[in-house]
């Protein structure tokens, strides 16, 4: 729910934002209009004043983050012809493609520190061999080796894919996979809902709408999930706030949302990226941090706004501290989706390089579980070295 925010009015120099702080000072929502004159707006230091604003007012000074680890179990995808924007997807027989064998997917999460990793984060592709038995496997085993790690998997588009080979309705699937050890659902395969978008980018993708009702089903289910907008290509301003607005319904609707998560299209690799002559031109940061900050301002039902690192850069995610952002994608291990899309990041951060990048901001950092309960705060930043001695 929209809540009042103090912000000084001052910090904004386009008149046409004026009557937008004075919404978000007295705690009243913003319209689709509002929206759209935010994403308008070339006054990105008062977008990102209001949006911080708005930021500190529901989460203070705090930037959480979690320790997880990516397994991407397969990239066979029987959408590969028609995402246009997509690099990560292989035919069966295609060079590249991948299935983990379940020995493959044990070995992987066995991989890094038990002790240190809370969630593992699991997506893939829609693949025929991959169906209900397939992740009941997977998740039952997870469980058994790591009781402690929490999982955090399948997007609304791989539920309903499971549903439709394996004749399920989707609330049974998810109900069959919570049992097997699924905690909560990550937010993507959101796209852009505007239908003309999804007509070129991912025409035979789950609707926008369908999104919205397998996230419904799952919070019905009492299974919280995130959600995403995927940003850069061909959408309008106008696609983008229709997209969130559908979000903010739902919200209100269910409470089931944990995070907002706008994610950058990557051009390379991909027909999408050939075909609007972008290959090797990711987003701007300008666009990158106008994003987060419109995010914060228009979800203003959503507690946490979270930047992906790997996608906009560690550098912008740092600046994203200042333009309402709570929440760091936490160290990564062995991200494979967004580097086949040309991200350069790295696939993993550390957690001294995390809290470094939170603390340069003037922030400070706090390791949370996957339900954003706060579980230590590294509220002693360590001496310079200068006065160390
Ligand atoms: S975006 Fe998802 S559904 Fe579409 S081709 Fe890529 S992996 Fe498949």
Known sequence: MPIAVPFDRSRITDPAL???????????RLAPADGAALFHTADLLGLGAMADASNRARNGNVVTFAANQHINPTNVCILRKTCVFCSYARL???????????????????????????????VGGLDMQAGFAYYDEMFRGLKARHPQVHIKALTAVEIAHIARIDKMSVRDVLIGLREA?????????????????????????LSGTEYIDVHRTAHELGIRTNCTMLYGHVETYEDRINHLGMLRDLQDETGGFLAYIPLAYHPD???????????????????????????????DNFTHVKSHWIMVTPAISQMSLHFGVNDLEGTVVREKIYHEAGAHTSQ??????????????????????????????????????????
Do not use: C
């Open 18 to 28: 004026l009557p937008i702080a004075d919404k978000v000072i007295a705690g009243e």
């Open 92 to 122: 069966p027989k295609e060079a590249g493609a991948y299935r983990y064998t379940m020995e493959q997917v044990w070995e992987e999460a066995a991989s890094v520190d038990g002790d240190i990793t809370r969630e593992f984060h699991i």
């Open 181 to 205: 050890g699924l905690d909560t659902m990550p937010g993507g395969g959101a796209e852009v809902f505007s239908p003309g978008v999804r007509a070129t980018i991912a025409e035979k993708k």
């Open 269 to 299: 690799n991909n027909e999408l990226g050939v075909e609007l002559g972008r290959t090797g031109t990711a987003t701007t940061g300008f666009d990158d941090l106008k994003n987060l900050a419109v995010g914060r301002l228009f979800l």
């Open 348 to 389: 993993a951060m550390s957690l001294d390089e995390i809290l470094r990048l939170i603390r340069g901001a003037g922030k400070t950092p706090a390791e949370r579980d996957s339900f954003y309960t706060v579980l230590r705060v590294f509220d002693q930043p360590p001496r310079p070295r200068a006065e160390a001695a």
